[in-house]
């Protein structure tokens, strides 16, 4: 063996186990190193020997300790996990609420590089930039066959810097060259927000980032001078986030010095205490509120979920949550990796525990075991822990948040084989594209276009030749069961055309039974509140 893989081996074995004591001692758990971990300490670094020494081919050491260090978190909890250098600067940035680059939304189709939106506000929505632009060219090369990881490397740079673009253009004869420079992007955490009539806002929160609170701030001024008087809030597939976010967003309705939200660990030290108006706040509003969640409402989602519902301040329509209650905490590592280990459990202001079961289950049987309607039944609910709310309404624990009115959300598609092959080729985003591009006359007003645009016999036939050209099969029995379907989703494309994010959403509600549930609900909202 030659000194350079001597140095190789000594250095990583140093390595892992300086971390190990590190980390023991930044915890001030070393004392508690008894014989027991020290041996299995030691087991390890035996294998290390023994794998360096016989194993049959050169190993490729940084894959094999992150493995171990991922194995060994995954067996202490679900949610603790190692990061690599890589996803740090991702995760970084995405709940940083910025980056830097020139502000679009994309996907490969067809080989190539398609906006699918402009970031309102951004350089490329500056410059004219459109939905369903191709960018054929970076700074003169091809880009055509891109892939899609690769494309952050050639858009993303540093603010002022440059980035020569040529787009293809539907409806343009040639192509055209664009000089972009580069600035700060936010990356919004509203997904939709608007005025569903003319009393009743809506605001879809993605997930809790540094920018949330401001954001729904934002919003709820928005729509209170479009003369909202009750408001959904939807955390459906909001998979959480920063906790004092979530802090922020309860505390806007949740009047007075009340708690939120309170963590228990096994020690003193990671214990804390949430309170509504612990941040500051400008307003704390009192219209009837409708809470949307679902399955995929996780965290940060069900600490707002269970605040509000244990204040009695809103009405929560939807599925049972997902159950994540684990508090994390991130530590760096030495080479921009990080580690998450969970140091307490999250619990409402009734005292129910978030965290729903995971000892003895596996990583997949975890996720797959998520809450559903059995967990509403009167068998369920007798082996579950019982709370009050606090004007005395019963609520549940073991895991998760139960709304008060479930309601499983009905499939959008009755052909899903066929409809998932049109929206994952993107066909109807691009057949809507170019028909758009061709009526600007339909650009009037969101809810005027919603109530009187309604594809017709013609424009599906159209569409029909298009999937047949893009070489989709289309099976006519199929198409003809769902071509309901097929109307609101060119509908709602157009309307992504026209006012972005929010035509697109506005039109795609219409099909949703949850939230039409919820629109039934504010009678509910308004008497567990007390208001007049």
């Not at 960018?135 to 880009?143: A, M, T």
């Not at 990881?149 to 980035?163: H, I, N």
């Not at 139960?402 to 499939?411: A, K």
Request: with cysteine; aromatic share 10%; net charge neutral.
């Amino acid at each position: 063996m030659d000194n350079r893989r001597k140095g190789s081996r000594k250095l990583i074995i140093a390595l892992v186990i300086s971390t190990a004591i590190g980390v023991a001692l930044t915890h001030n758990v070393f004392a508690d190193m008894n014989k027991g971990i020290n041996s299995q300490i030691n087991k390890f670094y035996k294998v290390i020997q023994l794998a360096q020494m016989y194993y049959v081919e050169d190993i490729e050491w940084d894959g094999a300790i992150e493995g171990a260090i991922s194995g060994m978190l995954e067996k202490m909890d679900p949610h603790s996990v190692y990061i690599s250098p890589k996803k740090v600067k991702e995760n970084d940035e995405n709940f940083s609420g910025k980056y830097e680059g020139i502000g679009v939304r994309y996907d490969i189709i067809d080989r190539h590089l398609t906006v699918i939106s402009p970031i309102p506000g951004s350089p490329s929505a500056r410059l004219g930039v459109q939905a369903g632009d191709r960018i054929i060219k970076i700074d003169g090369e091809s880009i055509i066959g891109i892939e899609h990881d690769d494309v952050p490397l050639r858009l993303k740079g540093p603010k002022g810097s440059k980035v020569n673009v040529t787009i293809l253009r539907d409806g343009v004869a040639k192509p055209f060259d664009l000089t972009i420079v580069r600035d700060i992007i936010p990356i919004s955490t509203i997904g939709a927000s608007f005025m569903i009539d003319d009393s009743t806002g809506y605001i879809w929160v993605t997930r809790f980032a540094s920018p949330t609170a401001r954001e729904v701030e934002e919003k709820l001024l928005e729509l209170e001078d479009q003369n909202m008087q009750r408001l959904i809030l939807d955390l459906r597939e909001n998979s959480g986030g920063y906790l004092h976010e979530a802090v922020k967003v309860a505390g806007k309705f949740i009047p007075g010095h009340k708690q939120i939200v309170y963590t228990k660990g096994r020690t003193d030290q990671v214990e804390e205490e949430y309170y509504a108006d612990q941040f500051g706040r400008r307003i704390v509003r009192n219209y009837p509120l409708v809470l949307l969640i679902d399955r995929g409402s996780a965290s940060a989602s069900e600490i707002v979920a269970g605040s509000l519902q244990d204040y009695d301040r809103a009405v929560l329509v939807g599925e049972n949550s997902f159950g994540k209650g684990l508090v994390q905490k991130q530590f760096s590592l030495q080479d921009g990796s990080a580690v998450r280990v969970t140091t307490a459990k999250y619990y409402t202001p009734s005292g129910r525990c978030i965290q729903r079961d995971y000892k003895g289950k596996g990583i997949e049987e975890y996720y797959d075991d998520v809450p559903d309607s059995t967990w509403g039944s009167a068998d369920s609910l007798k082996k579950r822990p019982i709370f009050y709310t606090e004007k005395g309404r019963t609520v549940y624990g073991g895991g998760g948040i139960q709304p008060d009115f479930f309601v499983s959300r009905d499939p959008a598609s009755k052909s899903p084989e066929l409809m998932n092959r049109l929206v994952s080729e993107r066909l109807f985003f691009e057949f809507a594209n170019v028909y758009a591009s061709k009526h600007p006359e339909l650009k009037t007003d969101l809810r005027r276009f919603d109530k009187y645009f309604h594809p017709n016999e013609a424009l599906i036939a159209a569409f029909k030749r298009f999937c047949k050209g893009r070489e989709v099969a289309v099976d006519e029995a199929e198409f003809a069961r769902d071509v309901e379907f097929v109307k609101m989703r060119l509908k709602a494309e157009i309307g992504r055309k026209f006012w972005g994010s929010n035509g697109y959403h506005y039109v795609m509600l219409g099909n949703d039974n949850q939230f039409r549930e919820a629109l039934t609900h504010f009678v509910e909202a308004r008497s567990i509140f007390s208001l007049n």
